[in-house]
């Protein structure tokens, strides 16, 4: 069993930084999370039915919704965590649980009110997991000069949300509806339109590998990573760039933005806040179309600052990628991880689409930005099915 001393909150603030992703595999780059934080994990019932049903950028748009929220409830904090396309996982001090509880019921309320969607949302104590031998890890990537990711190790998370999804398990982790319900969307921004592949394909990846033995799975995760940078050669796959950043103008596409900032479907509100959106949007096109600083926007930096600070690759035992190919990388990637799903290393899923859609969490548009990244048509959440079904043998 893993175990350590309870920690200050700022832990993960004071965690090194790495810069090189191919190292994500690496154990030595992970410390153990405090026993006294919690795993967060929430996510959207039946998400597979509505992205088929076309929904899939509400289905994204919660999961990120999720980050912003708790990000606000705990402003003082570093919280390490990891978008999932259909939800996130974050990691909390249990020492604040009443404001994460509040957090969580606000997001099941606003998922409900303006988007018609039921948000699972539970929590699992590090210490049970830990003295179940299920290890929680952590590490930041530095995807930028401006913005880190947190990577996860160990089979705690993976622990925690089998527990939460478990018919008899369940209803112990999820948080109670009754009590104070107070979740702020305040930097949640969806913007961009589709970010069309500039090579032919967008593949949104999951790969885990299958080998219980730590050591082993590091290595299978390490041949695979190499696998994909042969493929890549000197691309990296990256589905965002400035080139292909377009800001929307229709009022139609600030819908989800405006109904998730209000909290309703509809009426004077939401009407108004699209209209806000639309202008701050305009702002934002004119400025980045003349490459220059426009009413205290920074134009002439954003949308380099935007393709650097994405999260297309993350690792939280899983890992997750979402890439812009050709058709002959995406053949050579398929084959691949066809012959190592053959040989037992690993289970994997993948899903193809000619866009990635992409989520922003924004504290300030100058540095302080993040973006969030999926295939589009349904990315992660349809890769997970693939990869569900080859789990399952």
Known sequence: METTPCEPPGFYAALPVFDRFADVHDPARYSPVPLDWDVVVTDVEGSTKAIEAGR????????????????????????????????????????????????????????????????????????????????????????????????????????????????????????????????????????????????????????QATAEDRTEAALAYHEVLDAISAVLGDAEGRPVAPENLNVAAEGRAFQTEARISVGKPGGMGVIARTQVIKAQAAVGRYGMARGKQTLGFPADVYRDEVAANTDFRKFDDTLRMVLDVTDEQHQALEADLLQRYTEGSIVYGTHVANAALMTCAITSYRGDHMHFVDGADGGYALAAKQLKAQRRG
């Not at 020492?95 to 699972?120: C, F, N």
């Not at 590090?126 to 947190?150: I, K, Q, W, Y």
């Open 56 to 207: 899939y950028k509400d289905v994204n748009a919660l999961g990120v919704a999720s980050i912003v929220a708790l990000r606000n409830a705990l402003p003082e904090f570093d919280l390490p965590f990891v978008f999932g396309g259909d939800g996130a996982t974050v990691l909390t001090p249990a020492l604040h649980r009443e404001r994460v509880h509040a957090a969580l019921r606000g997001i099941r309320v606003m998922a409900k009110d303006a988007l018609d969607m039921t948000m699972r949302a539970s929590m699992v104590p590090v210490a049970e997991l830990d003295a179940s031998d299920c290890a929680v890890r952590v590490a930041r990537f530095g995807a930028s000069p401006n913005a880190t990711f947190a990577m996860f190790s160990g089979s705690g998370l993976s622990e925690a949300e089998r527990r939460i999804k478990d018919h008899s398990e369940g209803a112990r982790y999820a948080v109670s509806d009754s009590g104070p319900s107070d979740a702020s969307f305040e930097g949640f921004e969806c913007r961009w339109k589709p970010l069309g592949s500039r090579r032919g394909k967008v593949v949104s990846l999951l790969v």
